[in-house]
């Protein structure tokens, strides 16, 4: 399935020039006065599609939930996977379109803003209920459950879409009619809602420890800050200081990727040393003295990469173990972007475990029961070597296809 990256036109906030975003870009650089700001969100980001109403129209803007990302779907025969792009109303009113379908990635988009004209509408269902309705199969009859299953590495976003009532639905961007029935007695202004309030937060790019410029790629969700060797992530109230480690590299390394290393406490099963995962997994490996006392750590890609590939990287690191000394400060040399909350990395621990937990059938029956609740975290740094076609890492024989890697910037 192919996917695209929303654009949406924006304002430097310095100088007032225009520029286009894509909906990964995190670090922005005016190319007119040169300031570069991080773009800052508490939960996700609010678009609007630019409308071409009549002023006399009354305006009223429709949420719909935007999701884009990996789902698995744990089973007997293994985890079953798959890559979303879909756009579900976030309201349940009737004779509305059911999706937004190619408007949002053909037109560019407008950040949500206090000064936007029009009656925007609540949203009244959540993502996960938008996204329930979307996987649950349409057959007559009684609905029956959807399976379990998990979201990783998604993009969410809640995209406004302009109509006005005029004896009827129209579409604010074609003015024309919209197919289905509205409630009798329709009334815009008498849907919950009301203007705007929220507003995107614009971060200085400044190491908050030495005031020093920070360094990231566009879509990265770590900067970085090469006077002192921190790594830096948005938080509520500004940046907040990472713990991050790097592996030492050779001198044909090329290329550091990131990886989460976390510390967490399950509930429902015994893993509370890398002893209990020998014997979780069956490793074909004995059970040496000291392996009960070594904690058990999880290991997940801090990078998008297609959802087959991201498993077997999470099992793979996990089950390897790499205890090795690592060196306590950011790497020097070409870093990859952070592109995977460390959130969304612990979402990925219970399909993991899926794949190398055995008996699979027990573990699949106890699965509601079993939480996996994080204690710590750290960002990893693996050094990569070069090779025409892929990023080696040799000391733990790990492979990355460099297409796959570069791919994933649409996931």
Not at 61 to 89: C, N, T
Not at 171 to 193: M, T, W
Not at 288 to 307: D, H, N, S, Y
Request: charged share 25%; aromatic share 12%; net charge positive.
């Amino acid at each position: 399935m192919r996917s695209y990256n929303l654009s949406i036109e924006h304002q430097c906030p310095q100088c007032g020039a225009p520029a286009t975003l894509e909906e990964t870009d995190r670090l922005f650089s005016c190319a007119y006065c040169r300031v570069r700001s991080y773009l800052g969100v508490r939960d996700f980001f609010r678009y609007r599609i630019p409308e071409k109403v009549p002023e006399a129209a009354p305006l009223f803007f429709i949420p719909y939930w935007r999701f884009k990302g990996m789902l698995f779907s744990p089973g007997l025969e293994g985890i079953q996977h798959r890559f979303l792009d879909v756009s579900a109303p976030a309201v349940a009113l009737p004779g509305i379109p059911p999706s937004l379908g190619f408007r949002s990635q053909a037109l560019k988009l407008h950040f949500v803003s206090p000064d936007a004209r029009g009656h925007f509408v609540r949203p009244q269902r959540t993502l996960d209920e938008a996204v329930e309705r979307l996987l649950r199969p349409r057959r007559r009859g009684p609905e029956k459950p959807v399976s379990p299953h998990f979201r990783i590495g998604e993009t969410v976003s809640l995209i406004y879409a302009p109509f006005y009532y005029k004896k009827g639905l129209f579409d604010g961007v074609l003015n024309r009619p919209v197919p289905g029935r509205l409630p009798d007695a329709f009334e815009p202004a008498a849907l919950p809602g009301g203007r705007p309030r929220w507003r995107i937060r614009f971060l200085a790019c400044l190491c908050p420890v030495c005031g020093w410029d920070m360094t990231g790629q566009r879509d990265s969700l770590v900067l970085h800050c090469d006077n002192c060797s921190a790594a830096w992530k948005a938080a509520a109230n500004g940046f907040k200081r990472l713990r991050v480690e790097h592996f030492p590299g050779a001198p044909d390394d090329t290329l550091f990727l990131p990886f989460w290393r976390i510390r967490a406490d399950v509930e429902g099963m015994r893993l509370d040393s890398y002893q209990d995962l020998v014997r979780t997994a069956n490793l074909p490996k004995a059970v040496q003295k000291g392996l009960e006392t070594l904690p058990v750590f999880f290991w997940t890609p801090a990078f998008k990469i297609r959802p087959a590939r991201f498993l077997r990287l999470t099992a793979q690191l996990t089950l390897t173990a790499p205890f090795d000394a690592t060196v306590a400060r950011v790497p020097k040399g070409r870093l990859h972007a952070v592109t995977l909350p460390v959130k969304e990395a612990v979402e990925a621990l219970m399909p993991a475990l899926t794949t190398f937990v055995k008996p699979r059938k027990a573990f699949l029956e106890r699965l509601d029961r079993i939480r996996i609740r994080p204690i710590s975290f750290s960002l990893v740094y693996f050094p990569f070597t070069e090779s025409p076609h892929e990023w080696i890492q040799r000391r733990f024989n790990i492979v990355i296809n460099k297409s796959a890697l570069r791919l994933a910037g649409n996931l």
